[in-house]
């Protein structure tokens, strides 16, 4: 059984920085898709960043360098480190660990970690 356990979040400053960490046990690592979504009060989730199996990144235009995504195969965890970080910020982050099939996929989430951002 796959499961996702995200850590790290805490309430920091404005302008600040925070890593956040997550851990995919029951799994073939190596060949997820792996992404960090956060979803504010009141708002839609939204993707924040990803990276494929291979070790491509990207991110949307709101936290393109700020936010740098990454990912450990040997520890089976990917990381988030934000940097700057904006009271806009603030939010529940998920991790989302993605396997692929021929036709679909199947999509595995942790239980989310918070992160204030405070002026």
């Known amino acids: 059984q796959v499961q996702v356990v995200e850590s790290g979040g805490a309430l920091v400053q404005a302008g600040g920085s925070l890593r956040l960490s997550c851990v995919v046990s029951?799994?073939?690592?190596?060949?997820?898709?792996m992404g960090w979504f956060r979803q504010a009060p009141e708002k839609q989730r939204e993707l924040v960043a990803r990276?494929?199996?291979?070790?491509?990144?990207d991110y949307p235009d709101s936290v393109k360098g700020r936010f740098t995504i990454s990912r450990d195969n040997a520890k089976e965890t990917v990381y988030l480190q934000m940097n700057s970080l904006k009271l806009e910020d603030t939010a529940v982050y998920y991790c989302?660990?993605?396997?692929?099939?021929?036709?679909?996929?199947?999509?595995?989430w942790g239980q989310g970690t918070q992160v204030t951002v405070s002026s």
């Open positions: 029951g799994s073939t690592f190596s060949t997820y898709d």
């Open positions: 990276i494929s199996s291979d070790g491509t990144a």
């Open positions: 989302n660990a993605r396997r692929r099939f021929p036709f679909t996929y199947l999509d595995y």
